[in-house]
């Protein structure tokens, strides 16, 4: 939380345009775990704890990769 | 590469003066990877607390003897009786909330301000009706409306494994919301002060992967506590 | 509003108030241990105390304490600096640890007197912790850390910040205040901070050892003779926490002052977060005297059922203590490996660090992540306890289990007992070469089996609970896995040895006492897979064998790699030199000493003695040994106080030391001693490999950047 506001710009800007195509990899990414979700609930009568777990891994790792987007770890400047 | 640059003088004096000033690259790059070491952290925290879930909320010998009703076997994994609406509505709410917080993040970096606090704004109630959803229907905080939505009474912290091990879950998972949100509210406050312009947006960011954080949690607690298991009544 | 707040802490009248809070307090404190020692000693020798002595007792501290007041208010505005308590109390309401311990107190009075007869469950009939207001004390604990930490300051500059204002990095000590107050006082860097953990730590350790030589006496004979059974159980609950806390303050205070030098970084990456770690143990310890005071049984483990229901109430002050400690473990953790990702100097890449460094990531790794299951376990049995939820009791359908607490305990506590030893790994391996004049043998195995045995220790924790009644799958697992922790501990001692084999080897303290270490851990190291063998251990568990190995691993892995470093580091730390005879002194009582003990308790827990248990037979025969260990415990406690003499009186000494006494390569050598504020005067690369000793003296590891054009 070290942001200052009074200063220019610290890290590189790149060209980020209007953003567009951002917003709309969230929001497919969005609807993904939407769709996931609806069928963890519905697969629940099959019983199937391993089932259940392989989709909560998925969801988990779409979460992290766009929404938390871990890559900024080692790819430092694509934002 | 050099984390810090310190002045030249040969004659220093030891104190007073100004500290090497760390280039914010490497403050940011030291922010990220200290809150993934946060949030790597605390997988330990949830998954003690799953570990509890799965060791206890099993069929013991005792339980196949004097029910002889139930076709169990022992060690099978059970669940407590919660209502399916509750659990799939307060989780959709979490999971809409948390697209709404990537959004702030995107709009911050895009140096869309409107947006960014309009959609904080929508995380912030989302993630205080899954709040009240959990502590006011989930923990029966108001028994009769929870006994009206759901159907049941609720389960307390004292009904056995069953209450006391949902509600360090949710008790827990519920306080990482309740920061969150306190987050939230200072990100809102302090970006009517100009801070988070594009390029200094690490205050959004950290917010924002705590906040997903707290949603990778409960996308493995909503299996675990609502779908995975026998019921047993 | 928060600014106002902030600024009239430091008022004058602010600082007035905490003066008269330090003398009231302290007095009401000192008096009571002197009464309370003083009831002890009437009682032990029968003499008739007058009937009201108690009540006499509690009005004179009562008058002293007032007056102690009145008088630290006045002194708060310097006026009496002119006389010596005067000045003590002047400074006293300047210092951060003042300030917290008021708040501490004031947010658990108030909590505690609001809360007490509020019960959390309506359905919980059980009395006990109702009646007692146990939760209230446990909330009152749980806030009254925050009280702490907000009047002590620590959280002033987020606090700021979470309000929007802008916040900058304070450095050097208090505006017109002398230097030293800087060390009570909330301050960012990493040495001062590494000294207060140091400090700390110590005196830690000298609390812990005076606890174990009250309760040593009680067991050099046979039959009870100084103090009733509760109280023995409370006196070894509270040396071991109160001993791992120590162990936990020194290896803070290693780390901090060491690992930015030695990267050649001028601080942590999170200055403010390394006070923080810091700082958060002191409510913590202050909970765990108040444990003891109140007095708890069950041992640093804290099984249920026997915690979830004993009656002593200060066991929640332990499991609260022992909670917040966790913060102070995985925040720092966290600070150490950022600040090694991304704080390292030019040219030190990860294989050219000094070996220190790698073992210190090892141990942040074990500390930052297995942290967080302990916290797990011990809020179970708090929950348990106030707020009647079920975890271990098994009369409930399903069953409550109290072995998920072992688990969820020894999943951190095994890996904690190698962050108790890994960096002292480290310091035998940092200063092996320098006294051998060789370098240090296989440096990438040596730093890769830190990581190694960081790792292993994640896959043996259940070793603990041989006979805690486990399937019988899992115990033959959980043998072999352990046997596994030879490999990497292994390639230490060959490294050790191969590093000494053919070394010109000089011997100043320091290097007496890492040898002596090697010596020590060796008893430690063998000791274990004893243990670790289903058979032996099912006769060994819960006896004085175990206590035995415990104790030599963790002095032969912490204690006299600790001291040694000590010595090493202090012409680094002060600029001057300590006193050599005194040194060696220390060192040759205290290694035999340790011998006699340790070997004295696996001699007794092979002939029958129980551990935790504050008497035993006379036909067991023991008294010889026990009595023998008793002495031992002594040399060992007087020896201690040797060197705290020794660093003491050698500080204040006017010669200065020389600037690289030791002939080290390694570049904290490279600044000027004491160090500055900010390390090195310019900026250093890394050019070379760390530990070519004895060779081409051309072979430069470190040296500051040449100016541009040289
Ligand atoms: C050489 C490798 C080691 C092996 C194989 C080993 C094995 C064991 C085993 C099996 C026990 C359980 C004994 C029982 O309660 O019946 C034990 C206890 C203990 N070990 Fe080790 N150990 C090793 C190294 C260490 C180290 C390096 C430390 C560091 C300080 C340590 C500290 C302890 C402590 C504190 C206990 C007692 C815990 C308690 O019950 O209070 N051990 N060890
Ligand atoms: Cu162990």
């Not at chain 2, 108001?142 to 008790?171: K, N």
Request: charged share 10%.
């Amino acid at each position: 939380m070290s942001d200052h506001h009074h200063e220019k710009p610290a890290v590189q800007l790149h060209d980020l345009g209007d953003g567009k195509a951002a917003y709309r990899r969230i929001f497919l990414v969005f609807v993904t775990l939407a769709v996931l979700t609806i069928i963890e609930f519905l697969v629940t009568p099959l019983e199937s704890a391993v089932l259940l777990f392989i989709l909560a891994f998925l969801k988990a790792a779409l979460v992290v990769y766009f929404f938390m987007h871990v890559y900024r770890l080692w790819r430092e400047d694509a934002h | 590469m050099a984390a810090v640059t310190i002045g030249h003088d040969d004659h220093h004096d030891d104190h007073h003066e100004h500290a090497p000033e760390i280039p914010y690259p490497v403050q940011l790059r030291s922010n990220r990877v200290g809150l993934w070491l946060f949030c790597i952290s605390e997988i330990f925290l949830f998954a003690g607390l799953l570990a509890a879930r799965f060791y206890l909320w099993r069929v013991s010998p005792d339980m196949v003897a004097s029910h002889p009703a139930y076709e169990v076997e022992v060690g099978e994994i059970l669940r407590p009786e919660l209502s399916q609406t509750v659990g799939f509505i307060t989780t959709a709410m979490l999971l809409v909330s948390s697209y709404y917080m990537v959004r702030a993040e995107v709009a911050a970096e895009h140096g869309h301000r409107g947006r960014m606090v309009r959609s904080l704004w929508v995380t912030f109630v989302l993630g205080l009706l899954f709040l009240l959803g959990v502590v006011i229907i989930e923990w029966g905080t108001m028994p009769e409306l929870a006994q009206a939505i759901t159907g049941h009474s609720p389960i307390r912290p004292t009904d056995g494994v069953f209450g006391a091990v949902l509600f360090a879950m949710t008790g827990m998972h519920a306080i990482h919301v309740t920061t969150g949100l306190i987050f939230i509210l200072i990100l809102i406050g302090n970006s009517r002060k100009g801070w988070y312009q594009p390029g200094r947006t690490w205050g959004v960011e950290a917010c924002a992967i705590y906040w997903h954080y707290v949603d990778v949690v409960w996308i493995f607690f909503y299996p675990a506590l609502y779908l995975i298991g026998t019921v047993w009544h | 509003m928060v600014k106002a707040i902030v600024n009239f802490s430091h008022s004058k009248f602010a600082r007035s108030f905490y003066a008269a809070f330090a003398g009231a307090a302290l007095t009401w404190l000192l008096l009571s241990v002197a009464f309370l020692a003083l009831n002890w000693i009437v009682d032990l020798a029968d003499i008739a105390a007058p009937e009201n002595a108690v009540a006499l007792q509690g009005t004179v501290r009562l008058i002293l304490a007032v007056l102690m007041g009145i008088l630290g208010f006045i002194a708060g505005s310097g006026v009496l600096n002119g006389l010596w308590i005067g000045r003590f109390l002047y400074y006293a309401g300047r210092t951060a640890l003042v300030r917290g311990l008021f708040g501490q107190g004031l947010v658990f009075a108030i909590v505690y007197f609001l809360m007490r007869d509020v019960r959390t469950i309506p359905e919980i009939e059980s009395g006990v912790t109702q009646a007692s207001g146990e939760a209230a004390i446990v909330l009152g604990a749980l806030l009254s850390t925050f009280g702490f930490l907000w009047f002590s300051g620590v959280m002033t500059d987020w606090t700021l910040q979470m309000f929007g204002h802008h916040t900058e990095l304070k450095h050097g000590g208090p505006p017109g205040e002398p230097e030293w107050l800087r060390y009570f006082n909330i301050d960012v860097n990493h040495k001062v901070i590494g000294i207060q953990y140091g400090v700390t730590g110590i005196l830690v350790l000298l609390l812990g050892g005076a606890l174990a030589i009250l309760f040593r006496l009680e067991l050099a004979f046979p039959g009870m003779q100084l103090f009733s059974t509760d109280d023995y159980n409370t006196l070894f609950s509270a040396h071991g926490m109160i001993m791992i806390a120590a162990v936990f303050l020194g290896v803070g205070a290693l780390i901090n002052y060491l690992a930015p030098v030695m990267i050649g970084a001028a601080d942590m990456a999170f200055p403010r977060l390394n006070a923080f770690s810091y700082w958060i143990g002191v409510p913590a310890a202050v909970m765990l005297v108040g444990g003891m005071i109140l007095g708890w049984d069950t041992g640093w483990v804290g099984y249920p059922p026997h915690s979830s229901s004993t009656q002593m109430l200060g066991v929640v002050l332990f499991l609260m203590g022992f909670y917040m400690n966790g913060f102070a473990s995985i925040a720092s953790a966290i600070n150490l490996l950022v600040t090694v990702v991304t704080m390292r100097a030019k040219g030190m890449n990860y294989w050219r660090m000094p070996i220190f460094v790698w073992t210190a990531i090892a141990t942040s790794i074990m500390q930052f992540s297995a942290t967080q299951t302990v916290g797990v376990a011990l809020s179970m049995v708090l929950l348990q306890r106030t707020m009647g939820m079920n975890f271990f009791d098994p009369s409930t359908v399903p069953p409550g289990d109290p072995v998920l607490y072992q688990h969820l305990f020894w999943f951190y506590s095994h890996p904690a007992v190698y962050v108790w030893v890994v960096p002292g790994f480290g310091l035998i391996s940092e200063l092996l070469p320098v006294f051998a004049r060789k370098p240090l043998y296989g440096y990438k195995w040596v730093a890769m089996s830190s990581i190694g045995i960081a790792l292993v220790g994640f896959i043996v924790w259940a070793h603990h609970m041989f006979t805690a009644g486990m399937p019988d799958t899992l115990r033959y697992i959980f043998m072999v896995s352990t046997m596994f922790v030879g490999i990497p501990t292994g390639v230490k001692f060959f490294s050790w040895l191969g590093t000494i084999w053919g070394g010109k080897m000089i011997y100043p303290t320091p290097m007496l006492f890492i040898l002596g270490s090697i010596s020590v851990f060796l008893l430690g190291g063998l000791s274990g897979p004893i243990l670790a063998t289903i058979p032996t251990d099912l006769h060994l568990h819960d006896s004085y064998w175990v206590v035995g190995h415990f104790h030599a691993t963790i002095f032969g892995g912490f204690v006299f790699p600790f001291f040694g470093a000590l010595y090493y580091w202090y012409p680094k730390i002060t600029g001057r030199m300590y006193n050599e005879w005194l040194g060696k002194l220390h060192f040759w009582l205290m290694l035999p000493a340790f011998w006699v003990m340790s070997i004295g308790q696996m001699v007794v827990g092979l002939r029958g003695m129980r551990r935790r248990i504050a008497d035993y037979d006379p036909a067991l025969n023991l008294d010889f040994t026990h009595s023998l260990i008793t002495i031992a415990t002594l040399v060992i406690g007087w020896s201690v106080l040797i060197m705290i003499y020794n660093l003491w009186t050698s500080a204040r000494s006017k010669e200065l030391a020389p600037e690289n006494p030791w002939g080290s390569r390694s570049p904290e050598w490279l600044a000027p001693s004491p160090l500055p504020e900010f390390n090195y005067l310019s900026p250093i690369e890394i050019i070379g490999e760390p530990y070519e000793y004895g060779k081409d003296e051309e072979e430069i590891y470190a040296r500051p950047i040449p100016a541009i054009g040289d």
